[in-house]
């Protein structure tokens, strides 16, 4: 496990752009698995920055995020689907049907998570993988637990993350109580995989990402078994290490 630690915020963001620059100059039809929240904010900005200069075509990119809320319709701002096409989609040239969410409003949730699995499967699964962490270690929407599900599935979210994620909603009763996300093992199958995280409420996160022991009620920590996964944090999240 690579650990960059960066000054701040907007160093974090653009290293985390220059490397998704990088793999998508090396292969054009990448496939990139992309998170949301608030962490990767900087570097879709940056990335936008990026494809307006020329620095940058995605023409050919293929992208798969990592997770969206179950029964939250893709047109209400809260939703993922939303937030890629406000905070990304919109702003590129990606092609619509080149980018792939799991549709959280399927009628039957568990064919929809085998179509999803089966779709990575078919595009020759994720070339780069850029994950964010919450302050209890999970990813994508992998929550800590005794057993961790491999595959995409239905998840129930721990309090934790509902109070944390309730910055987004009017109030923590708002927040769906479930997600639909990718497993830990298609995280782990991703070929390079780049975590990033900011700010001093990530620190114990990382510090058990980086040191612990690899403990599934931390699912960030499972990423030490991974051969090519690069860490970019900022100060504060490291403050710990
Ligand atoms: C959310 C997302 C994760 C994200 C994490 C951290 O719940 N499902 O993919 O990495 O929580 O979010 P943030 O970057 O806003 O701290």
Redesign the pocket.
Known sequence: MRVIIEEDYEAMSKKAALLVASQINLKPNAVLGL??????LGMYRQLIKMYRKGEIDFSEVITFN??EYYRLPPDNSRSYHYYMQENFFNHINIHPGNTHLPDGMAADIDEECSRYEEMIRQNGGIDLQI?????NG????NEPAERLNVTTHLVSLTEE?IR??SRFFNSPDDVPRK?V?VGIATILKARRIILLASGRN?ARAIKKTVNGYVDTKVPSSLLQTHPEVTLIIDQEAASLL
């Not at 998170?35 to 990767?40: F, I, S």
């Not at 994950?131 to 302050?135: D, E, R």
């Open positions: 998170a949301t929240g608030e962490t990767p990592l997770d994950l964010g962490v919450g302050s999970h990813i994508g929407f993350t944390a994620n997600a996300s990530k």
